[in-house]
């Protein structure tokens, strides 16, 4: 299984970025999607997340300008980030909890994407 993001880049502050993770190879069943934040020295945090059912959880330091979705058929995860702000900047991870064919339930972790947010 392999997760592919997409979508930062460099924005002004106010702007907006989306950002896309898809989900490809031996996959059984997608479940939990979600995506993370790690800026320069500090820990990688919790941004938003979203069930298979499409229940959605957002940290409160972007709730009203993030949010997250997913497509199923398409085993794709979105973030439409919003009116972002220079502390929006870091590297945002993509993470799925996947059954695969084998039927073993894994956690996957995509490879990154920066977010540069300008003031």
């Known amino acids: 299984v392999q997760l592919q993001a997409s979508g930062g880049g460099l924005v002004q502050a106010g702007g907006s970025l989306r950002l896309s993770c898809a989900a490809s190879?031996?996959?059984?069943?997608?479940?939990?999607m979600a995506w993370y934040r790690q800026a320069p020295g500090a820990q990688r945090e919790l941004v938003a997340s979203i069930t298979s059912g499409g229940t959605t959880n957002e940290a409160d330091s972007v709730k009203g300008r993030f949010t997250i979705s997913r497509d199923n058929a398409k085993n794709t995860v979105y973030l439409q980030m919003n009116s972002l702000k220079p502390e929006d900047t870091a590297v945002y991870y993509c993470?799925?909890?996947?059954?695969?064919?084998?039927?073993?339930?894994?956690?996957?972790w995509g490879q990154g994407t920066q977010v540069t947010v300008s003031s």
């Open positions: 993470n799925t909890v996947i059954m695969n064919t084998s039927r073993r339930r894994l956690n996957y």
């Open positions: 190879g031996s996959i059984f069943r997608v479940d939990d």
